[in-house]
């Protein structure tokens, strides 16, 4: 172990800042399959109800 600050190039260097573009892209694509997903889940109940109202009578 070296104790000597010599030996320490990064101390004094201003860090990197982060990149915020791939989280963006990964926040976009995110939403794309959520709605996709509500959107395929939405329509399969919607013919299941469809289904469920064909096959009942109307009560009169």
Do not use: M
Not at 18 to 31: G, H, M, N, R, W
Not at 34 to 42: E, I, P
Not at 48 to 56: D, F, I, Q
């Amino acid at each position: 172990i070296h104790n000597d600050l010599g030996w320490c190039n990064v101390i004094g260097q201003k860090a990197p800042e982060p990149s915020v573009v791939p989280y963006t892209f990964a926040l976009i694509i995110e939403l794309i399959v959520c709605f996709a997903l509500r959107g395929a889940v939405q329509n399969v109940l919607k013919k299941e109800e469809e289904k469920e109202n064909t096959n009942e009578p109307d009560p009169q």
